[in-house]
């Protein structure tokens, strides 16, 4: 089961204009040769895009149903999460050239590391659990009860606290990290997706039924507000300066900057039926994004406010990553 299969799209092109405004970020060159890896979960491939020139360099096997992948703690290998194939597949996240695969990882769809490097979490969406692995080895240590549809994860601060949507069964379930026990849950919007924390602790989750962004203070472990971003909110990624976040929008193929501090919409993108995930240019002036729907990735330019560019990939393209990209937890 994915979401791929769960939602389609028939709406015609349009762009939202907006006034480009100013935004603040660290600056940071691309590396030289750096590659775009993304991953083509209907075909079971990665493609290698030369992020300069834009330009497909290569598409090879992976596994079956590459969803989502990850950096190492270190940044030193990028992790694939074969789902259907039960293992992973470690790349240099410059090249994309395989390094290594790890198998017996059961149905791993999304991933995490905490940030004491303690822990790596693996999401079976499939089999409605959540597995936890110790560092820097892997080894499986728990195996907890997630029902139903797990779908992404992020932490608190202090890794203490995983964070976990649920899709099918509308919640949020709370995993103590010293225990590996379930701590709470809680019912939110129907088919939460993708979510982000703030520095602040809120929880920013896409509600994909619907058309808005839910707030979650989870130390009150209530909805603090609704924002309105786009049908089909699905996932939520840190601009990098500090003040916004992207939110892509599946049905209305949109991505919808929130200034997340005053909880208010700044603009959105129309960019394509099926938008999904999104890497962020390290400067902040580039969004590509893997548009699932039309089997291509867009090239973003966020000081025009529109896409500039689109790339075939393979079929329902999903994971996006880049090395120089602009930090998360901001």
């Known amino acids: 089961m994915t979401l791929f299969h769960r939602i389609s799209s028939t709406f015609s092109y349009f762009l939202t204009a907006a006034v480009p405004i100013a935004l603040s970020f660290g600056a940071q060159a691309m590396q030289p040769g750096e590659q775009v890896i993304v991953l083509n979960s209907g075909d079971g491939t990665v493609t290698v895009i030369d992020r300069a020139s834009r330009k497909v360099m290569r598409t090879f096997p992976v596994g079956k149903e590459p969803h989502h992948l990850i950096p190492t ?154 924002i309105k971003t786009g049908r089909g909110a699905h996932n939520v990624f840190a601009l990098g300066d500090g003040t916004h976040i992207l939110v892509s929008n599946r049905v209305e193929g949109t991505i919808t900057q929130v200034n997340y501090k005053t909880m208010a919409v700044v603009r959105s993108i129309k960019v394509g039926n099926g938008i999904d995930d999104l890497e962020v240019s390290a400067d902040g002036k580039e969004v590509w994004g893997t548009v699932r729907f039309e089997s291509r990735v867009a090239v973003i330019d966020m000081t025009g406010a529109k896409p500039i560019h689109y790339i075939p990939v393979g079929r329902s393209p999903h994971g996006i990553y880049f090395k120089t990209r602009a930090r998360r937890d901001q």
């Open 73 to 226: 703690l270190d940044e030193s290998e990028l992790v694939v999460a074969n789902a259907t194939s039960n293992d992973l597949v470690f790349l240099d996240p410059i090249t994309g050239d395989v390094k290594k695969r790890m198998p017996r990882i059961s149905d791993p769809y999304q991933l995490a590391y905490t940030t004491d490097k303690k822990w790596f979490v693996s999401i079976s969406l499939r089999l409605d659990r959540v597995d936890i692995y110790s560092m820097p080895n892997y080894e499986l240590k728990a195996r907890i009860p997630a029902a139903k549809t797990p779908s992404h994860v992020v932490f608190s601060a202090d890794s203490r606290t995983a964070y976990v949507t649920l899709q099918d069964s509308h919640e949020l379930m709370a995993i103590d990290m010293l225990t590996h026990k379930e701590a709470w849950r809680m019912k939110i919007g129907k088919l939460p997706a993708g979510l982000w924390i703030s520095p602040q602790g809120l929880i920013f989750v896409g509600i994909m039924s619907s058309e808005f962004v839910q707030v979650i203070d989870p130390a009150k472990r209530q909805v603090v507000n609704e």
